[in-house]
């Protein structure tokens, strides 16, 4: 073949070749050809080509990059392997492995400058380093404390910075050492089994796992692991998951769940549950339980009259004495209030023997709980009262259990308290009644079967009815006219009280609005008294009801007088004196009641803006006949007036009590000798023309 000939197959050759080429003279820089491939690979035509200079192509990203290329081609003659992009038709780059060789054609020096396209290894390489920066930077940066670890070695091959945040180690101290090289595991025992599943599932999803962190302190974690490759290394990555602020949190909530906030003792659920438990561990084993409901007497009365806080110390000290009262296997749990249960478990032999541990362990917790006590300065005695419950005896079931434990106790309470009792059938008689009582008590409200009765007071000098104390009757519409002897207490207890007594106070006000409006008393010579019960004082709004029930009816203020107990005084007496001062603004005066039966402290007396003192009828009963008595009568009567106090006596029956108070100079009474309290009708008839003592106005209280 002719040199021509060869020449010609070599231009057939290119225009077939698959690779972008250009055939360039050396002489003069100008482009001979380009085939096929060019035109496809970067979109220009020859006419875009063909004939020009090598430095005015239109290929050049930009002039540096076209004086390298032909610097380079001009110093070592060929270019092999180079990475370079170049412009196409469409203002795109393409990335492309470019070689030049240098060639002679029809004796003339050319370059052949072959184009291989990259863009798709170019994208390739892109996505690897893509993920590559994704790994780097969830391994990296993650909140989450995360280890690589060599697959077979098991050794540590890095760890992140949160897991030097967590755990306190830094990557010198771990990496090339195993988990267990450096005591990473708290429980080195289960790790074979933690392996072994790992390798068996090839993975593991927030396995729970304990370990100790550099500095000792325990760390709950949640593992989760996977197998991956980097380079050519098989590695286990791990994301150690720290859980244990989580897990504490749970477990603070679930003991809230089932704790009483106060004295963190086991709660009514927790009881419930373990009562439960032993039921059925005693009827596998033969063991009997106990069920020993506690009840502090009169605990009401430390709140009332000494405050909540003190209440609350009081019931911490209590549930420490009965804890320490039995054994570690009881439990002793707070129901609420004053109520505590403790469970005693695993009593052995027959009934009579369990009633008898059951019987001395409840006998030497009211002993302990019965000793002296010293909270916060107030010296305090208190007693209990226990309800027992035997199981299979009195009960298979937590419920039945509870319900009879608490209704021996109930019984307790009944036959006057600090005092055992087991539980019998005929009790539940009683607590029936007093839940029949509530129920019917409710139904009063709503009824409004409740009314006012007025006993009057009575100025002995003058035979002049100065006043009345309103008295609450229920009447009721089968038993007639019910005392509050009878029901009082269960108003307390149940809270009804607070509607009760609010009831009261619209009554009594409207009343003295009919007495006005009939011209049967004046303002200036007339006041009513009404009781207040603690509970009601407290009621953050009491002063605006009471103000509101004056303003509803426009009566005068000092129509109307408050008889509050010494227990509502000691309680918070900052705010006692606050509310006290609130209603004396507007007008209204206060009486002391019982004064002598409680505390009787001068200090508080004094601090009180407290009117009027009411000697206890108990004292006026005896003081005719019993010295002590008439002294502690003279003894009230002498401090009222170096108060400047006005005083009453109550409960006056007969002609020489009423002589005896005259002689201490105390005129001012109430009692049977002039009248009992009769409904308003007879009120108003005792304010008509002057009755005078012994008209004593008779009604039937049951
Ligand atoms: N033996 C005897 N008793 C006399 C004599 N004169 C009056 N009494 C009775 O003594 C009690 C005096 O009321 P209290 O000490 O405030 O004692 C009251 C008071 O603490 C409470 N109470 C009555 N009504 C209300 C009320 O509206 N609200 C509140 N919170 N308590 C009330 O119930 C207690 C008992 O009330 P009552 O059964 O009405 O009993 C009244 C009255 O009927 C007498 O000469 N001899």
Redesign the pocket.
Known sequence: MSGREQDDNFFVLLQRLPVACMLTRIEDSRVLVINPAFERLFGWDAEDIVNRHSAELPIWVNAQQRDEFIERFSRTGRVQQCEARFKCLDGQTKPCLVYVEQIDLNGQACRLAMAHDMSERSNAELTLKQSEAKFSALFIDSPEPYVLFAKRSAQIADINHRFTEVFGYVPQDVIGKTAMDIGLWRYPEKRAAIIDKLMRERCLRNEPIDFIAKDGRVLNCEVSSNFILIGDDRCTLSCFKDVTEQKNIEARIKHQAYHDALTDLPNRMLLQDRLQQHLALGERHGLGCALLFFDLDHFKRVNDSLGHGCGDAVLQEVSRRLQEGVRKADTVARLGGDEFVILLTGLSGDHGQIAEHARASAADLLEAVSAPMRIEGHGLQLSCSIGIALSSEHGNTPEDLLKHADTALYGVKASGRNNIAFFEPQMQVVVSQRLQLETELRNALIAQEFELHY?PQVDARTQQIIGA????RWQHPEQGLI???TF?HVLEESGM?LEA?HG?VLQACGFIAHLLKQGLITADSFSLS????PR?FRQADFVARVAAAIEAQQIPTQCLKL?ITEGIMIHNITDTVEKMNELRDIGIRFAI??FGTGYSSLSYLKRLPVDLLKID?SFINDCTHDSNDAEIVRAIIAMARSLKMELIA????TAEQLAFLQQQDCHIY????FS??VTSEAFCTLLGPSPGPGNVLQQNVT
């Open positions: 006993q104390e309103a008295l609450l005392s509050p002897a009082m009280i007594g009261v009404i009781n207040i019960s009601q008889e009641d019982d009828q109550e409960g006056v029956e109430q009692g049977y000798y009992c309290a």
